[in-house]
């Protein structure tokens, strides 16, 4: 950018305020009135790229057998008992209500479990409880001793101790419209109040993948119309105290306001869904765009009580800001873009719009803002200002102890960095949404009392048509099922074992000592045949048998479980399968893996993404600063905070999810800027005034020192609020990005300085 | 004026004749039915190529014999003979409209037959998309029928029916049947679920004339439209009239058929 350029462009803007506001009013309108395209997604699926591994075998496996989204309709009657009359009859309207959830396919429970009993020679089939039937107190104890002793449904769809049933309903979306999953979770919402006010003492807990997708959809609305307007009022409250000036604040609040309909207008035309993790983009953007217009302004205000008029005041601020502002724009949108190294393809939408947001809001910075300062009335006092503010204190505290300072903060950040490995891989989604939510509610509910949401599913294949009736395979089967439920973290498991066992024992008149596998092939076969001739609409095997009769799916559910322990048992269970078990190919899936392999696949590509990011950045910095040296001093205040804060997080929270692993490339970005600034600063000090390197340092604060304090003041505060999210992939992100920026400021104040003079000092000697 | 008198009673008896769509749609099933009367007996050969969304196909073979019952359901006696496993499997059923049906399997490797007490038709026909209940024979009082439109499909002029099963334990709630009117002969159906979302398309093709009279379709196609799943039955080797009796129906004669 060569001086002439800049001194003619400001000018334009100084006499054309109308021209220049009108013109950036046409370019925002046109992008913003893509906004209408914005929709919201609510599939876990967005998470993954079609290319993820884990996403494609999960795929493959519901391709091969049914899908297994579901709505969990736990029910708790308040005596903690199901087997009383009314509770089976609520079950029993509830199993039957359940069939006209939108895009149901199958629904289980108790009432509705194909009971089969012999009589003779006779094999009866039927509903476990039958609806029309009134009960007498023999039936009753005659459901509950099938119950609670039959493995499929024990754990599954009733407590051990029969205090709580579920209801599980089997949800097969066509996929055409983002409408589809919001209409399953009203019509299920429905039936609980419906049935919650027919059935006095019950109560009932909604949960399952369906409704976990509603959540994710639910959580974004909520973030894009809680944090929003909480965000707009702490930027109004911040910048009306720190400028106070009515007119400054007005010019910002709208430069910030095109910033955000402009970058999220050009979403919409993109054709980019919101996602629960994208959904915090205009939260970040306007934390973003404030920096820009905090150091413009303050240098401006600084000018008029000077008592310099509005044009000079302006032109002056641009001058001195416009190539440090652009440069920490350009790495900060550098530090967002990093996110496309992620697995988790909505942080590329996330990055990538912010990225947008930020080179915008310098385009906004330099024509909008100073048009509408120029536009807007202005009444400051010419005013004294004070030569020995705040800034020169701090700046002759840290002068005097630099010694002091650089040992105590660098033990305080070897300190901090050491409880990095403190952290935990976790990627529970139903710990991403908090408490507060009604599905993570629900779904503790169940995790506690009947059974879990996580599982691992695995399809084993004997290899030959009609293979599942192997008398050597369904042994296979058995045993691993008999060793999956011998291990701790397991609640449950569905194998078809139990049904061959069953069936077995009702074709020899219900003798209990036929309780065992089939002993020939053909027997297996001809069993299976007959009992599926007899299964009712939906209730049919196909979810645990593929149509080939080779393969076989169980499905383990498990308790909660850290991403570590989650692949542990992943990898456990696989090895035990390949030393006990013989000529059985298998393939393993769930969307528990699916989100424990990304979180830690996230973490390795996105050590990548930063690593690049920082390559970059430093790069740049060199340039700009035009001092190799100082540009590689500049990497310890860049790079120590993250660290510590990072540390910090091991030390207090221990759990790191996907959100957190690109914390560290996008305040990356962020923090450099404070750097940028300092170090500019001291440089033309040292350059241009001849100064010492003590003598710069007080330069260097008393210039840039006050809009550090408030920038960062705004960015800690604007990811605060996005803190407040009820989604942990949003709050974690806002919560370590404002401990980094903080720490990062705390850095610069206190630690770089000392390092500067120490580095400088040694070099003179 | 003899003209004109002829004209009026025409027009008063056509508009006497002015159906309901309930009353043109029963009368266009009775009519169906009425056509494929007379065949007393019959035997059929089918393959039954199932595929999953994932393409893998699976091949059934059975072997079908049906008698034509007055009054009532047919019995019908289903011998299985693909995959080898259940070779030898066979399955008599006496057909009823409106209470279940009378059920006996015999398996081999148990060397028993079995009696089936169930209530269940809805459920898929050896894991196929076709439900029993799609397979066993028509009969009138299985359901209300509603006449709604006529429509061209495929080229041929068809009525289209509303059927809504009368059995309580069906998996359906309706059916929508394109009938073409120049053989009354099924072309389509679509099946509709508990929730009143299309289930099932099933297509008729390769229709073939018996005795003059008798028309069979001998491939048919479900489509599942919810899990993407598709079976289609392949039929050969129609026989008809070829003298069987009741007496040939019997549970105890099942470990006989080979």
């Known amino acids: 950018m060569k001086e002439p350029f800049i001194q003619r462009y400001i000018s334009f803007v100084i006499t054309h305020p109308w021209r220049i506001f009108i013109m950036t009013l046409l370019v925002v309108m046109s992008a913003g009135s ?11 699926r967005v998470f993954f790229s079609e290319e993820n591994p884990e996403l494609q075998a999960f795929e493959e496996m519901q391709n091969i057998y049914t899908k297994t989204d579901n709505v969990l309709f736990v029910i708790a009657p308040e005596d903690n008992n199901v087997f009383n009359s009314s509770t089976l009859n609520m079950i029993a309207e509830l199993t039957e209500l359940s069939w006209q959830i939108p895009y149901s396919t199958r629904v289980d429970s108790i009432t509705n479990f194909q009971h089969t009993v012999a009589k003779e020679d006779d094999l009866l089939v039927g509903d476990l409880v039958d609806r029309r039937a009134t009960l007498s107190l023999n039936d009753i104890s005659y459901v509950r001793e099938v119950a609670l002793n039959e493995p499929l449904l024990v754990n599954r769809l009733v407590s051990a101790s029969g205090h709580v049933t579920g209801v599980n309903v089997t949800i097969q979306l066509p996929g055409m419209s983002l409408t589809e999953v919001p209409e399953v979770a009203q019509f299920a919402r429905e039936l609980k109040r419906t049935l919650e006010a027919n059935y006095p003492n019950h109560k009932i807990y909604i949960t399952g993948l369906a409704m976990m997708n509603n959540a994710f959809g639910e959580s974004s609305q909520n973030d894009m119309t809680s ?10 409250v911040v910048l009306g105290i720190l400028l106070r000036s009515f007119s400054a604040t007005i010019s910002s609040i709208v430069m910030i306001f095109f910033t955000i309909i ?3 207008g050009l979403m919409g035309w993109l054709g980019w869904k919101l996602t629960p993790a994208s959904a915090s983009a205009p939260t970040i953007i306007m934390t973003m765009a404030v920096a820009d217009t905090v150091h413009l302004l303050v240098t401006f205000l600084h000018n008029l009580r000077k008592g310099m008029n509005k044009a000079d005041a302006i032109a002056d601020s ?31 939408d996330l990055g990538n719009v912010v990225a947008i947001g930020v080179l915008f809001a310098f385009v906004l910075s330099v024509t909008t803002l100073p048009a509408m300062v120029i536009l807007m009335p202005m009444r400051i006092k010419v005013r004294e200002e004070q030569k020995n503010g705040v800034m020169n204190s701090v700046a002759n505290i840290v002068i005097e102890h630099r010694k002091f300072l650089l040992l105590v903060m660098g033990l305080i950040a070897i300190a901090l960095i050491a409880f990095l490995p403190q952290n935990k891989l976790d990627d529970g989604f139903v710990e991403y949404f908090d408490e507060s939510v009604d599905f993570r509610q629900a779904t503790d509910f169940s995790s506690q009392n009947l059974s879990g949401i996580y599982t691992i599913q695995y399809s084993l294949d004997q290899g030959g048509s009609g293979g599942v009736s192997e008398p050597k395979f369904l042994e296979n089967v058995e045993i691993f099922s008999e060793w ?11 194998t078809i074992t139990d049904t061959f066992k069953r069936l077995n024992k009702n074709m020899h008149a219900d003798d209990p000592d036929f309780y065992r596998l089939p002993a020939s092939r053909e027997l297996a076969a001809q069993y299976l045949l007959l009992y599926e001739l007899s299964l009712p609409y939906g209730l049919d095997l196909n979810d645990q048998i593929g149509i080939d009769k080779s393969q076989t799916r169980l499905i383990i559910t498990l308790e909660n479980l850290y991403t570590e322990e989650m692949l542990g048992l992943e990898k456990r269970m696989s090895d035990w399968l390949d030393s006990n078990i013989e000529d059985v190919s298998y393939t393993v899936a769930s969307p528990s893996l699916m989100f424990a392999h990304i979180g830690k696949r996230n973490v390795n590509s996105m050590l990548a993404g930063t690593t690049l990011a920082l390559i970059v950045i430093s790069f740049i910095l060199i340039l700009a600063l035009r001092s190799r040296r100082i540009g590689l001093i500049s990497l310890a205040p860049n790079l120590i905070p993250a660290g510590m804060a990072f540390g910090l997080w091991g030390l207090m929270v221990g759990q790191v999810g996907l959100s957190l692993s690109v914390v560290a490339g996008m305040t990356l970005g962020i923090v450099v800027d404070d750097t940028v600034h300092f170090l500019s600063k001291y440089l033309r000090a040292r350059r241009e005034k001849g100064m010492d390197e003590k003598e710069a340092v007080r330069y260097a604060f008393n210039t840039v020192g006050v809009a550090l304090w408030v920038t960062s003041l705004v960015l800690v505060m604007g990811f605060l609020v996005l803190s407040q999210s009820h989604f942990s992939l949003n709050s974690d992100m806002g919560a370590m990005a404002a401990i980094t920026i903080a720490i990062a400021l705390i850095m610069d104040f206190l630690f770089l300085p000392p390092l500067l003079m120490r580095l400088e000092e040694k070099l003179n000697v | 004026m003899y003209k004109f008198f002829i004209i009026l009673m025409l027009t008063v008896t056509s508009l006497a004749a002015a159906q309901t769509p309930e009353e043109k749609g029963y009368a266009i099933a ?8 007379g065949w007393e007996d019959s035997s059929a050969a089918m393959k039954m190529v199932l595929r999953n969304r994932h393409g893998q196909e699976s091949i059934r073979q059975i072997r079908v014999v049906n008698l034509e019952m007055e009054s009532d359901g047919d019995k019908g006696l289903t011998v299985f003979d693909e995959p080898r496993d259940i070779k030898g499997t066979a399955f008599l059923s006496y057909s009823h409209a409106l209470v279940p049906d009378e059920q006996w399997i015999y398996l081999p490797a148990l060397k028993r037959v079995k009696r089936i007490s169930s209530s269940n038709k809805s459920g898929p026909f050896m894991g196929s998309e076709f439900a029993y209940e799609d397979i066993s024979s028509f009969e009138i009082p299985k359901y209300d029928y509603l006449y709604l439109r006529d429509e061209v499909f495929e080229g041929n002029n068809c009525y289209v029916l509303e059927l809504r099963p009368q059995y309580q334990y069906s998996g359906y709630t309706k059916s929508h049947v394109w009938i073409d009117k120049k053989e009354y002969r099924n072309q389509k159906v679509e099946y509709y679920d508990r929730k009143n979302s299309l289930l099932k398309v099933q297509r008729f093709t390769d229709y073939q004339l018996y005795l003059g009279q008798y028309w069979r379709a001998h491939t048919m196609t479900m489509d599942n439209k919810q899990n993407g799943k598709s079976t289609t039955l392949y039929w050969t080797d129609f026989k008809f009239k070829t003298g069987l009796t009741s007496a040939d129906f019997k549970k105890n004669d099942l470990k006989r058929q080979r």
Do not use: C
């Open chain 1, 34 to 44: 893509g906004g209408r395209f914005i929709e919201f997604t609510n599939d876990y």
């Open chain 1, 484 to 494: 999956l439920r011998a291990q701790d973290e397991v609640m449950h498991v569905q």
């Open chain 1, 227 to 236: 944090l929003v307007p909480m965000m707009f009022l702490t930027i109004i």
């Open chain 1, 262 to 264: 402009f970058a999220m």
């Open chain 1, 318 to 348: 641009l001058r001195i800001n416009i190539q440090p502002i652009f440069i920490t724009s350009v790495t900060t949108a550098i530090g967002f873009l990093s996110m496309n190294f992620s697995d988790v393809p909505p942080f590329h």
């Open chain 2, 30 to 37: 009775l009519e169906t039915d009425n056509r494929d009367k």
